[in-house]
């Protein structure tokens, strides 16, 4: 069947590491994978987008990576800071963006500890 | 900035009441969608729009329908609200035709039915 996984257990991180959040997929051939940042009680907002000819992304303390052989993506926070905490989705078009319908992970809590 | 909005934030209803939940987004975008996320199940689809008077189901439409009589607004009914229904409920917009299918999300609505 067809799905996206992330980690449902929450991670928890120390003030200054790195978060690194996994999304895995089967059974899609995505165009591109996006991340979401969720905070309690409100809508997801959009964070960066990965292409499938695009190996790494960056912005800012963000950084994600696709690797389409292995079908993954990876997460990655630098300097992590409380104000990081929060649920991450990852989400991909399984129809390669002809619909604009996107399919959602069920999201990973991240909590930074000061 | 896009901006999506949802006409409560908090909604308590009666088992057996009709529901209208509204959103309204203010970027001329096309597309717009109906999520509810429950713990463990992240967000599902349950309608979307693709334009004014067009609807498709999404993944569970059972219990559930739409209205878009204008681009700009999107209303999600409950036509006989059920505990099972007791969600938050997500509204969400992106424009057709787009490079990329980034969704802008609304604040959310916590329905609970009693």
């Known amino acids: 069947s067809q799905k996206i996984e992330q980690n449902s257990e929450a991670l928890n991180i120390q003030e200054g590491k790195t978060a690194t959040l996994t999304c895995n997929y089967t059974n899609y051939s995505p165009a591109y994978l996006q991340w979401y940042r969720q905070d309690p009680g409100r809508g997801p907002v959009f964070l960066l987008l990965i292409r499938e000819n695009e190996k790494e992304k960056r912005k800012e303390r963000l950084k994600v990576t696709f690797d389409t052989t292995l079908k993954q993506s990876l997460f990655h926070i630098t300097a992590s800071q409380p104000a990081d905490s929060a649920t991450y989705l990852c989400?991909?078009?399984?129809?390669?963006?002809?619909?604009?319908?996107?399919?959602f992970g069920t999201g990973t809590l991240l909590a930074v500890q000061p | 900035d896009v901006k999506v909005t949802q006409s409560s934030r908090y909604l308590v209803k009666r088992t057996g009441e009709k529901v209208f939940l509204e959103c309204v987004q203010d970027?001329?975008?096309?597309?717009m969608f109906w999520y509810r996320q429950d713990p463990g199940l992240g967000l599902r689809l349950i309608y979307f729009s693709y334009d004014v008077k067009m609807k498709e189901k999404g993944d569970i439409p059972e219990g559930y329908s739409v209205s878009r009589e204008k681009k700009e607004r999107f209303s999600l009914i409950l036509e006989s609200a059920s505990t099972n229904q007791t969600s938050m409920y997500l509204c969400?917009?992106?424009?057709?035709?787009?490079?990329?299918?980034?969704?802008?999300f609304g604040p959310g609505t916590r329905l609970t039915v009693l």
């Open positions: 970027m001329d975008h096309e597309n």
């Open positions: 969400a917009s992106t424009s057709a035709g787009g490079e990329t299918d980034t969704q802008y």
């Open positions: 989400a991909l078009d399984p129809n390669g963006g002809a619909t604009n319908k996107l399919i």
